[in-house]
């Protein structure tokens, strides 16, 4: 079973280290992790560390934004045939130690794609501001509005994809904010979607990509987007 | 329509003509994104030339007077040709993603190949 961490990063450079170390320096009985860090078009000195520590990083040379540089470590884990892709956040936000019990859903309870969650059970120190929240739950009501589907977190970018999905992200992906809208697409698609309850920190440096500013941007593009994949058909 | 002004409504047509005829010529811009604008400079002369059959349209159309008619149609071609716009641009962005994303999958494999 080959498993695959994308760790996206743009402008990372006081976090990216950490983050993999952690990954590197993780132990399980069963599982064994490889990673791929996707820089992308970062402007501050992440490339240069990534290359002055060899670490395995795929360089884009222009800023693709999030989607594409997720997309660019999915493309990876297909030509390299991984059976499990895991996308973790650069920043320090996402807990290592629960990426067992992400593999654990697709391996025993043959989920297609696993999302680690804030808002089930108990685990998370960090749940992110009030408004926010509206705001993910407002997307949580559209795909239960289309799918019947209860999923809490939404937006969360820790998740793990089975090979069937990594063939899909291979040849179709939301490039500005893709996790509410890919979710809605393959819980549509009738593909098997778990929560599992994870940990999430704060972030230690740097800023989060959606500024208060951008957010009622954000609302109507990623709220437009689901509402037209939503009511279309199987895709 | 007033003579003269018909005279110098049509040399700026025609020159504009000319001068996307002079940016084809230059490889600048290729035939199928300058097609339309071809179309639409002919159709203009066109229209300021023979004005009279216009105000039968306009009439048949309901709409007052020909000046609105046009900047209506006007209106529509401009929207229509925009919308074509973002769509292309839209396909070549994600063009531009895939060949990022591809260069940069061979960096890393030339890079573990080196080593």
Redesign the interface.
Known sequence: MKVLMIIPAYNEEGNIIKTVKQIKEYKHKKIKLDY?V?NDGSRDGTRELLVKNDI???????N?GIG?AV??GY??AY?NGYDIAIQFDGDGQHDINYVDKLINEIVENDCDLVVGSRFVGNESSFLSTKSRRVGINLLSGIIKLFTGKVLKDVTSGYRAANREIIERFFGDYV?EYPEPITNLQIIKAGYKVKEVPVNMNERVHGKSSISFSKSIYYMLNVGVTMVIFGIGGKR | MEKRLIVVLVVIMVLLLLYMFKVVKKDKISMNNILIWLVLDVLVIFCIIFVDPLFNVANFLGIETVANMMFFIGFICLIVICFNLSNKVSIQNKKIITLTQELGILKNRIDKLVK
């Open positions: 791929v996707v395995n990083f795929i360089d884009l040379v222009n693709l594409g997309q660019a493309k990876y030509y490039f």
